[in-house]
């Protein structure tokens, strides 16, 4: 099955520095998204992004599904970005959808 | 409001026993999935379903199952063949296709005493 590996596993920043996460992931895939859970549990949806690169408001995200990779950017990070983020990939029809292990991002004060 | 409820929140069990969580969908979607996570870890599959009346297993669907009799709804049953079954369980769904765009639950925590 497709391997996703995650980077920072974990990481620590002060309120207004900014942070890049990286997901690497083993076969080519058609579908890849990004997710905040926060303390409670809850999964958010960050963004759909097979390829490509879009942005909402502080973050943004770039795949390049050539070289198997995606990037999430976290600018101006405030307390409220706390949280685990994971990158989910899948194939279409392929019967999988694979999550990484997450990054665990504190934001201190 | 549109969003995916899932009951309980909470849920402990005795060994033994076999639990239904509850997962109901307002959005329409066709497509449904069940997760698990344990601690420190990402989430696995468990089961999905594209459509009404049909499922498929995913990567851990041993001592589980499900069942699709109503677009809303995608109920999982925890049976007592589940080794190790205490984890956190997130349902999720999806609009036009299978691994579209997924949207979560909030959860059901499971704890077998």
Known sequence: ?109 | DGGITQSPKYLFRKEGQNVTLSCEQNLNHDAMYWYRQDPGQGLRLIYYSQIVNDFQKGDIAEGYSVSREKKESFPLTVTSAQKNPTAFYLCASSSDRVWGTQYFGPGTRLTVL
């Open chain 1, 1 to 109: 099955g497709i391997q996703v590996e995650q980077s920072p596993p974990d990481l620590i920043l002060q309120e207004g520095a900014n942070s890049t996460l990286r997901c690497n992931f083993s076969d080519s895939v058609n579908n890849l998204q990004w997710f905040h859970q926060n303390p409670w549990g809850q999964l958010i949806n960050l963004f759909y992004i097979p390829s490509g690169t879009k942005q909402n408001g502080r973050l943004s995200a770039t795949t390049v599904a050539t070289e198997r990779y995606s990037l999430l950017y976290i600018s101006s990070s405030q307390t409220t970005d706390s949280g685990v983020y994971f990158c989910a990939v899948s194939i279409t029809n392929a019967g999988k959808s694979t999550f990484g292990d997450g990054t665990t991002l504190t934001v201190k004060p």
